[in-house]
């Protein structure tokens, strides 16, 4: 009977460690969200600079599979290109290696208790502090202790468990290649579960510490779970862009063919451990050897594939294709959420909107620029037919980004964020309105314009010359929103905006004034009705340009 309450015991205590992992994770990407966003966007100019980012934020988050998923977020929202992400997929493999050293260097060197009780109480205290945003760190400092609380009550099982039933795992010990394998299928298995190859490691280091595995089967079990750890990546790929697949097939083949290769070359690999560590191996210093095989076997394989970033990508370019019937992204719209079944960090819902939304501003000024056209050249009913196709097709996809994007953000809003994100999750909403509505405005001054041109209503060259600095104004507005797009503007910045708006209504009274007064005289009544209309779709745009202005100012 008390071999089953041990069961319980022990997937009491891995909850505990998952539990912690993610808590611990979750509360240091929502303190410091901001900043490791900025970086994995910024620091990713070349390979070297991208492999050393994914390990940074690695290291930081303690998670490579939230690096991984943020990563294929960036990707799918065309922050990042494929061969940035290669080089951070690399850097993250590297900054997973802190968790084994964290947990051979403090885990089991004095009583946890003393420090994982406290900092829990601590940090308990700390989530009430919203006042002073700590309540993120509060959450980290529990995971943290739930984590080596976790361990802790896990390595005092573990001795009871070699001794009980369990003994069944030193049967494949001593036996070569059935040794090898049957540690990589552990390491596999315990990782696809739990979706955290930290976790795993923790956990093989704890047990090979009590002696319930030996050193080949913990080795072996370390790269099962450095592939069981692509089961994240492969599932946020689901449903996602070309480009977001072809960067968790990177991570597949990566992490598959490096573990292959290190078992190819195990005895090797484990001899130089023996003669950085010597004595052999023993319950003193296996937990030092782990580690050593882990960060040894991710940077050596970080350091030979790094130099053919252009090759991988060329790789995986030719094994992951765009499907011949697949539909044109200029024509269908989708924004997927939480559909590939893994549990993501809530704040990279958050990215994913913000580059999403830039896409959407980045339709904006694709069709002011089509407007634009329309002055710009003598215009047939023919050429002005073309143009009004092209804004009809990105006014539709307009809709179509708007409708899903405000559906993401609702349901983003219902995640556990940050104050910080849950305040800047409410403003998007409002923007991803007014964007649209600038799209609608766009698209009937289109109309306007097109049907001037059918009925060949024309305008004097004096009037289309001061209509035309007025879509210059305009034009900069739209320009300074998409600058600052997903940005906190200033008061500086803010006083620029109501200055381009004040410029556009007063423009806008004058150009009024003078085609009354032409109307007065005798002008043509269908030329300048036309041109009050265009000038009040104008005028709009500027409105909707300013509301977004004021909402990215309250942006936190």
């Known amino acids: 009977m008390s071999i089953f309450i041990k069961i319980f015991e022990m997937v009491g205590s891995l909850g505990l460690i998952l539990y912690g992992m993610t808590l611990m994770s979750e509360g240091i990407q929502k303190s410091a969200s901001a900043r490791l966003h900025n970086t994995l966007k910024f620091m990713t100019k070349n390979r070297c600079l991208a492999a050393l980012t994914g390990l940074l934020v690695t290291a930081i988050i303690q998670s490579s599979s939230a690096t991984s998923v943020m990563t294929i977020s960036f990707v799918n929202a065309g922050m990042l290109t494929l061969s940035q992400s290669i080089g951070v997929i690399f850097g993250a493999n590297v900054g997973t290696t802190i968790t084994a050293w964290i947990v051979t260097l403090i885990g089991f060197k004095f009583d946890i208790g003393l420090i994982a009780i406290p900092a829990f109480g601590v940090g308990y205290f700390l989530t009430f502090f919203k006042k002073l945003k700590k309540e993120t760190l509060g959450e980290a ?40 394998m049957s540690g990589l299928l552990f390491g596999l298995i315990i990782t696809t579960i739990l979706h955290s190859s930290s976790a795993t490691t923790a956990i093989i280091i704890t047990t090979a510490l009590s002696g319930v595995i030996g050193w080949q089967f913990a080795a072996t079990a370390v790269l099962g779970s450095n592939i069981g750890s692509t089961i994240d990546a492969v599932l946020a790929s689901i449903n996602s862009k070309l480009s977001a697949r072809r960067v968790a097939a990177v991570h597949v083949l990566f992490n598959v063919f490096g573990s292959i290769i290190a078992l190819i070359f195990l005895n090797p690999f484990m001899y130089l451990i023996d003669s950085i560590v010597p004595g052999g191996p023993s319950l003193s210093n296996i937990g030092t050897r782990i580690a050593i095989f882990h960060t040894m076997f991710n940077l050596i394989n970080t350091i030979i594939s790094l130099p053919f970033v252009k090759q991988i990508e060329y790789l995986v370019t030719k094994l ?47 069709m002011f620029d089509i407007i634009q056209l329309y002055f710009s050249e003598e215009n ?28 993401y953000l609702i349901q983003t809003s219902q995640l556990s964020l940050s104050d910080r994100s849950a305040n800047n999750t409410r403003i998007m909403l409002g ?9 609608d405005q766009i698209f009937e001054l289109g109309i306007f314009i097109n049907r001037s041109i059918e009925k060949k209503i024309s305008l004097i060259d ?83 340009s300013f509301s977004i202005s004021l909402a990215l100012s309250k942006k936190a």
């Open 462 to 544: 004096d009037d289309m010359k001061k209509l035309l600095v007025y879509i210059d104004k305009v034009d900069k507005f739209i320009q300074f929103i998409h600058d600052n797009l997903n940005k906190p503007i200033d008061s500086n910045q803010l006083v620029i905006a109501k200055e381009m708006e004040d410029s556009i209504d007063e423009m806008r009274l004058d150009l009024k004034r003078l085609a009354r007064k032409r109307l007065e005289k005798g002008a043509n009544v269908k030329a300048e009705l036309l041109y009050i209309d265009m000038v009040r779709k104008l005028e709009k745009i500027g409105d909707y």
């Open 141 to 180: 400092l529990m995971g943290f202790a739930l984590l080596f609380l976790g361990l802790e009550i896990l390595s005092g099982i573990s001795p009871e468990l070699r001794q009980a039933d369990f003994g069944f795992l030193s049967v494949v010990a001593g036996h070569g290649f059935i040794t090898a």
């Open 320 to 366: 992951i294709k765009q499907k011949p019937d697949s539909i044109d992204d200029d024509d269908v719209y989708t924004l997927n959420f939480k559909t590939s079944g893994v549990k993501e960090n809530a704040e990279a819902y958050v990215m994913r909107a913000e580059a999403e939304i830039v896409k959407m501003s980045n339709v904006v000024r694709k």
């Open 380 to 407: 047939t009913a023919k050429t002005s037919s073309k143009l009004m196709k092209k804004l009809l097709k990105k006014e539709n996809y307009a809709d179509q980004m708007h409708e899903e994007i405000s559906a």
């Open 431 to 439: 923007i991803v309105d007014d964007i649209e509505n600038i799209t």
